[in-house]
């Protein structure tokens, strides 16, 4: 693993809220994008590069979600992913993607949901975005589903491209995979469930854009 990151006041002046932050795969994206990040998680995150508050997600939207410019939540996907279907029972997980829209939604804030692409095909999450690390020249294949408080535009283009060589999930216990996502900092274990910084930092490029900003 690289050092600790240690967080600047970034020049767009603007914070994000992430929360169900992990180790902070999304987190940095929207750093590198210009934001100021405070991440909050249910569970300890000794390596979370930045400011970090652990806490219920939705208790804490629900309380201070409204002071930040923007609010994420990767809420939970273990009752949706298909890979909880082969080794464990998705009932035994909580079902949290509608509470945190609607504690999202409450805070008057523009927001962003990331989850598998499960949520999508079950019609649980809109696929504004549908992401992949082929779509940023990363060496992994990870579909990602991102809804958001302004709709989107759909696949990014040029679309994924599965080619011979990628590391997909059966290597994710590797270190080549988190280093191959960009989350150099992380165990191998944190970054089983993280998301590659690539995704959220373009998906902040498109709310910078839609608020007449330019990312960092």
């Known amino acids: 693993m690289s050092a600790r990151v240690l967080p600047l006041r970034r020049p767009n002046g603007l914070r994000l809220l992430d ?10 994206g929207y750093y590198l994008a210009g934001f ?13 590069p930045f400011p970090f508050i652990q806490a219920d997600g939705i208790t ?3 309380e201070h979600g409204h002071t930040f410019d923007l609010v994420h939540g990767s ?10 279907k082969w080794r464990g029972n998705p009932d035994a997980h909580p079902d949290l993607v509608g509470p945190g829209r609607e504690v999202m939604q409450a805070t008057g804030r523009p927001w ?6 499960e949520t999508a095909a079950a019609g649980i999450l809109r696929p504004d975005y549908l992401l992949c690390g082929t779509q940023f020249d990363l060496n992994v294949r990870r579909h990602r589903v991102f809804e958001t408080s302004w709709g989107g535009g759909g696949d990014l283009v040029p679309p994924c491209w599965h080619r011979k060589g990628l590391l997909a999930f059966a290597h994710k216990g ?3 995979y988190a280093d191959a996502m960009g989350c150099t900092w992380m165990t191998n274990l944190e970054a089983r469930k993280a998301v590659p910084p690539a995704y959220s930092q ?6 910078l854009t839609l608020e007449g900003r ?3």
């Not at 100021?36 to 995150?45: E, F, L, N, T």
């Not at 962003?112 to 692409?117: K, S, T």
């Open 202 to 207: 373009w998906i902040a490029a498109q709310f």
């Open 174 to 176: 590797e270190r080549a």
């Open 214 to 216: 330019t990312a960092a």
């Open 112 to 117: 962003v949901m990331e989850n598998v692409p």
């Open 19 to 28: 929360l169900c932050c992990g180790a902070g795969g999304l987190s940095m």
């Open 60 to 62: 804490y939207a629900a």
């Open 36 to 48: 100021d990040v405070v991440g909050v998680d249910i569970r300890p995150q000794p390596n979370y």
């Open 75 to 84: 809420w939970p996907c273990e009752r949706y992913a298909a890979v909880t």
